[in-house]
């Protein structure tokens, strides 16, 4: 049991960064699915515009918008998951700040921010080699939500991070 907990602790330490203490949440939809990252990872939320296109960039890659004489690229999170890009009265996009780089990213809406406790996480299960999860940190469980736990970082590893680098410049 103790073992156990040590694991779902190393989850929500993953979850939150070095802030388990606020372990803080934004949650937000992509269709029927709920997602989460680290609160702390977010800079703002605006409403959907349309973005800049960037010739050759990938399909996930919606374009690029002057945020404050920042140049932000704008990822679509739905097409990203493999969803056909559609767009409601609710998408918003979410800026984040991921250390050296500003990323925007497409999301259906914002639900809440909610406090994960240790208890509330399980580890991500796991699908075989069909389906990649190293992105996904674990699973949160808050009364009859589920919320899927991305490490927003990870997920746009270096490689990806190069390639969206290369695309907007």
């Not at 921010?113 to 075989?128: C, H, N, R, S, Y």
């Given at each position: 049991m103790e073992a156990e907990?040590?694991?779902?602790?190393?989850?929500?330490?993953?979850?939150?960064?070095?802030?388990?203490?606020?372990?803080?949440?934004?949650?937000?939809?992509?269709g029927k699915e709920e997602y989460g990252i680290d609160i702390l990872k977010v800079q703002e939320i605006r409403?959907?515009?349309?973005?800049?296109?960037?010739?050759?960039?990938?399909?996930?890659?919606?374009?690029?918008?002057?945020?404050?004489?920042?140049?932000?690229?704008?990822?679509?999170?739905?097409?990203?998951?493999?969803?056909?890009?559609?767009?409601v009265e609710t998408t918003v996009v979410i800026i984040l700040n991921l250390g050296k780089q500003v990323i925007g990213i497409v999301v259906d809406g914002v639900s809440d921010v909610i406090q994960l406790k240790p208890d509330q996480v399980k580890p991500a299960p796991e699908f075989g080699s069909s389906f990649d999860t190293r992105y996904i940190q674990g699973v949160g469980a808050v009364d009859e939500r589920m919320i899927i736990l991305v490490d927003i970082e990870r997920f746009f590893s270096s490689d990806e991070m190069r390639l969206i680098q290369s695309s907007v410049r």
């Amino acid at each position: 049991m103790e073992a156990e907990a040590a694991v779902l602790s190393n989850v929500l330490q993953d979850a939150v960064g070095d802030h388990v203490g606020e372990g803080e949440i934004l949650t937000f939809t992509l269709g029927k699915e709920e997602y989460g990252i680290d609160i702390l990872k977010v800079q703002e939320i605006r409403g959907y515009e349309v973005a800049t296109h960037i010739a050759n960039a990938p399909e996930y890659i919606k374009g690029v918008v002057n945020l404050r004489g920042v140049i932000v690229p704008i990822i679509d999170m739905r097409v990203k998951f493999g969803l056909p890009a559609t767009y409601v009265e609710t998408t918003v996009v979410i800026i984040l700040n991921l250390g050296k780089q500003v990323i925007g990213i497409v999301v259906d809406g914002v639900s809440d921010v909610i406090q994960l406790k240790p208890d509330q996480v399980k580890p991500a299960p796991e699908f075989g080699s069909s389906f990649d999860t190293r992105y996904i940190q674990g699973v949160g469980a808050v009364d009859e939500r589920m919320i899927i736990l991305v490490d927003i970082e990870r997920f746009f590893s270096s490689d990806e991070m190069r390639l969206i680098q290369s695309s907007v410049r």
